[in-house]
């Protein structure tokens, strides 16, 4: 969706808009998310918007769409992706990916899936279709998007004209902090594999 139509949303419906379309692109529809949220960011900056409901509403938003992923999992699962996956944007190959990372690195993928482009659409539907309870996925999930909602905000508001700039270089700084993670989580799993084995000989 085009910067001027974000603006037209917003100036047409308000804090509304930007719930409303939060809510869709964290289910998957596409709107990009980390645009939308420090172009928020800098309305507050331009007066344009106050930051308290600004805040809130794109809080609520991100909330609401994680949690209808949940759902979307929790309910219909396979049969879901199967049959409206590519309208959401979630193909059985990232969905097997993700399963296997949140195998691997567990509950903390919820918290930092919103920072990387593809998995948060899809992270809350494997939580849900695992089996994982309600109480667990919102402790992560919800913590993380007051913490991502947060700082997209925050970095529109105080890079003021220069905003544009943020979404893209954040994403390739949270590429680089996961492959620095799984490198790291990969070389302590193979110490204590070998340390293990050490002791058995």
């Known amino acids: 969706m085009p910067l001027h139509e974000f603006l037209v949303w917003i100036a047409t419906y308000g804090y509304a808009a930007i ?32 930051f308290v409901p600004g805040f809130i509403y794109a809080f609520l938003g991100t909330l609401c769409g994680i ?24 193909r059985q190959e990232s969905v097997d990916r ?12 919820l918290t930092i899936g919103y920072f990387i482009p593809g998995v948060r659409h899809v992270i809350a539907v494997v939580a849900g279709s695992s089996g994982l309870e309600y109480r667990t996925f919102a402790l992560f999930a919800y913590s993380g998007a007051l913490f ?19 979404p893209e ?19 302590f799993w193979l110490i204590r594999l ?5 002791r058995g000989v």
């Open 67 to 90: 949690t209808i992923s949940y759902l979307i999992g929790r309910l219909g699962g396979a049969r879901f992706i199967h049959r409206f996956g590519a309208r959401l944007h979630l």
């Open 169 to 187: 270089t954040m994403t390739t700084i949270a590429f680089w902090i996961l492959g620095a993670v799984i490198v790291g989580g990969s070389g």
């Open 148 to 166: 991502w909602t947060g700082l997209f905000i925050c970095a529109g508001y105080y890079l003021g004209n220069s905003w544009r700039a943020f």
């Open 19 to 50: 719930f409303v379309l939060l809510m869709l692109g964290i289910v998957g529809l596409p709107v990009p998310d980390e645009t939308l949220l420090t172009l928020t960011g800098y309305l507050i900056f331009s007066g344009t918007l106050r």
């Open 98 to 109: 993700v399963h296997s990372w949140f195998s691997r690195w567990g509950h903390w993928t």
């Open 194 to 198: 070998w340390r293990k084995r050490k």
